[in-house]
């Protein structure tokens, strides 16, 4: 006897395999895990982006070189750590606050600064920052109905997003800068087409919970007006069941009037007669 439970040991005496990796993945769920490491850097690099890119006047060369290293690195946490948290369980609350935090932080970063430059239109940046608060204002307004999963557009969408703003954040000239503007242009209609098909998804979505809690409650109404038939109907069967009962009353024939049944009393004076 070990004194070990069997089924803690995979129900054979040994220690279950891949039990130690189990234990250990779920201990690195905790704050400290390699996923939120990614995002605190992501974080961390906002502000120094900002820095580098508004060096001398925010138009040399070499410090928006600077700069763009910074946002790429930034984009490229955010690729990982979405992709470790989901696969080796590291999902905390912290990392679903910060993580879009700081995803919304460095694209806002960019598109402001680029703006302020001069280098990007200002509808651009607002037709991009608006999209994207209120898609998260939509997110809570159907949260209690369900979660609309990341669709392939919205992820085109980002992809073009980063791409686009990295390549204004480096001084281009020539077929280059062309080149960035219709990134930028597709962008931007991937991200006005996404942002109505998410806003599409939000109210059906929410349309269809509200029916589900209608019916719900439409089911709970009935069961509860049966209940109640129900409960009066057994009321008035136990109101007849203690209702007082007829007595029978004074039985009138010889065996329950109490009378003598001797043979001299039913014979009587016809019986003498009879001799």
Known sequence: MTGVPASATGGTGRPAPGGKLGSAAVDQAGLWNIANILTMIRLVLVPAFV??????????????????????VAMITDVFDGHLARTYNLVTDFGKIADPIADKAIMAAGLIC???????????????????LGITLMRFWVI?????PASRGGKMKTLAQGTAVGMYVLVLTGPLAT???????????LTVVTGLDYVRQAIVLRRRGLAEERAAGAAGGSGGAAAGAAGASGGSGEASEGAPQPVPG??????????????????????????
């Open 250 to 275: 004074p039985a009138s024939g010889p065996e329950d009037s109490g009378a003598p049944t001797s043979d001299a009393s039913t014979a009587g004076p016809a019986a003498g007669s009879a001799r």
């Open 144 to 148: 209690r109905h369900g979660v609309i």
């Open 179 to 189: 080149l960035r503007f219709w990134v930028m242009a597709v962008a931007v209609v």
């Open 51 to 72: 820095v580098l890119l508004l060096q001398d006047g925010g138009h040399d060369p070499v410090w928006r070189a600077w700069a763009w290293a910074a946002f790429a």
């Open 114 to 132: 680029l703006s302020s430059l001069g280098d990007l239109p200002w509808w651009v940046t607002i037709v991009i920052l608006a999209r994207e």
